[in-house]
């Protein structure tokens, strides 16, 4: 027998910048990036733009010509900005993937040019596997729009669509050449996005750095009254804490463990079984109510500790209960069964079953099966907290 082996290793390196007004046209930071390159200019970019951006941000396109205009030797707009489907539709159409390949094949878009998504996860989603499987990857831009992109999904490394009613069936791991996150365009977002993208902060606070849930215990009002200072803040510092990770992780996940996918085994789950009526950020926080119960009647967290979680989350307006959670539970069997989210988590990593549960805040831990018994609990302990929060309410 013969054979020859080889091994290397392979360095990525990409920045999040942080600024407002990124097309504006004293801002230098979008020259400066593209500039860097030193390959031969003007470089050329195609943008591809969230719909739901665009609706409330009506000068955009026109502050990007106006902005490539200012620098015809450095950097030259291919066409027109694409303008797409926002939220998970965007994930839900292999026709919208097909679209931007189109684009790039007739842009004439290489490897050396750039593709700049602008909206929310699901589009950055998106537009990222169609760039990484376009020449087998052209360089991506990601300019997140939302909070949740902002300080989660828009950073990572991770592209994907959906396929066969799972969630991110198909992707890649494809590191952005840059992310710029611009506080501007949280303005404009409804109070559900705003809200939604806290639930990945505190989901990385609850594994990682309890000094940071304790500053969004803190900051609570700050965030329920818009505090843009605040919300900066904690766009920070989740980005931080997730950038951190990829690096001394498993950034490209060849083995069973995700710890930052803490809650999202149901939250993965509730969004396909709601048709993506739930938002993702509210998703994770019912996965993260859920985990940190099922943690409590473990003997794993405290009854204190888990209380403040779920106080919280209430507290930030989050529900902590879907009836999705119960229909079909004991039908495990029914593909609309809420357990089943475990063996497609599985199925999704390969190998082992790995769930992230809590001991205590700020600190995870990985175990390799969960009790359905116990799961059942924890989705009645839930649905009796928001009955409680229901009945509270009505009494006001």
Same mark, same amino acid.
């Given at each position: ?163 066969? =009613?799972?969630?991110?069936? /198909? ?7 840059? *992310? #710029? @996150?611009?506080? &501007?365009? +949280? ?107 099922? =943690?409590?009647?473990?003997? /794993? ?7 403040? *979680? #779920? @106080?919280?989350? &209430?507290? +930030? ?80």
């Amino acid at each position: 027998m013969k054979s020859i082996q080889q091994e290397f290793a392979v360095s990525f390196r990409y920045e999040t910048f942080f600024t407002e007004g990124l097309f504006k046209s004293d801002n230098p930071l979008f020259k400066n990036l593209l500039e860097n390159d030193h390959g031969l200019g003007p470089h050329k970019f195609l943008v591809v733009i969230d719909n739901g951006v665009v609706n409330h941000h009506p000068n955009l396109q026109t502050q990007i010509l106006a902005y490539t205009q200012q620098y015809p030797e450095i950097m030259r707009l291919v066409t027109a900005p694409i303008i797409v489907p926002g939220g998970e539709d965007a994930k839900n159409s292999a026709n919208l993937v097909e679209y931007i390949l189109k684009e790039i094949d007739e842009c004439s878009i290489c490897r050396h040019s750039y593709v700049v998504a602008i909206g929310g996860g699901a589009v950055l989603d998106m537009v990222g596997y169609a760039a990484a499987i376009a020449h087998r990857g052209v360089r991506l831009i990601r300019i997140p729009t939302t909070v949740l992109a902002q300080n989660d999904s828009g950073v990572g490394v991770k592209n994907g669509v959906n396929a066969f =009613s799972k969630k991110n069936f /198909l992707g890649t791991f494809k590191p952005p050449y840059a *992310v #710029i @996150n611009d506080a &501007d365009f +949280l303005h404009t977002l409804d109070s559900r996005d705003w809200r939604s993208g806290i639930s990945e902060a505190i989901k990385v606070a609850l594994i990682k750095d309890a000094a940071f849930f304790e500053e969004i215990e803190q900051n609570t009002e700050k965030y329920l009254i818009r505090d843009i200072e605040a919300m900066n803040e904690l766009i920070f510092r989740c980005a931080e804490l997730h950038m951190d990770h990829i690096a001394g992780g498993d950034p490209f996940e060849l083995g069973s463990s995700r710890p930052l996918d803490f809650g999202h085994w149901a939250a993965h789950k509730l969004e396909s079984l709601t048709r993506y009526a739930l938002r993702h950020g509210e998703a994770v926080a019912i996965g993260i109510a859920l985990d940190v119960t099922y =943690s409590y009647l473990k003997g /794993l967290l405290s009854e204190n500790e888990w209380q403040r *979680v #779920i @106080n919280l989350l &209430d507290h +930030l307006g989050f529900d902590v209960y879907h009836h999705k959670l119960s229909e079909n539970i004991d039908d495990f069997e029914n593909p609309a069964c809420l357990l089943r989210g475990l063996e497609e988590f599985r199925e999704h990593l390969g190998g082992q079953l790995t769930i992230m549960l809590i001991e205590r805040i700020g600190h995870g831990l990985e175990v390799h099966e969960m009790d359905h018994k116990l799961l059942k609990k924890s989705v009645e302990i839930l649905f009796q907290k928001q009955q409680e929060k229901v009945t509270v309410d009505e009494g006001l």
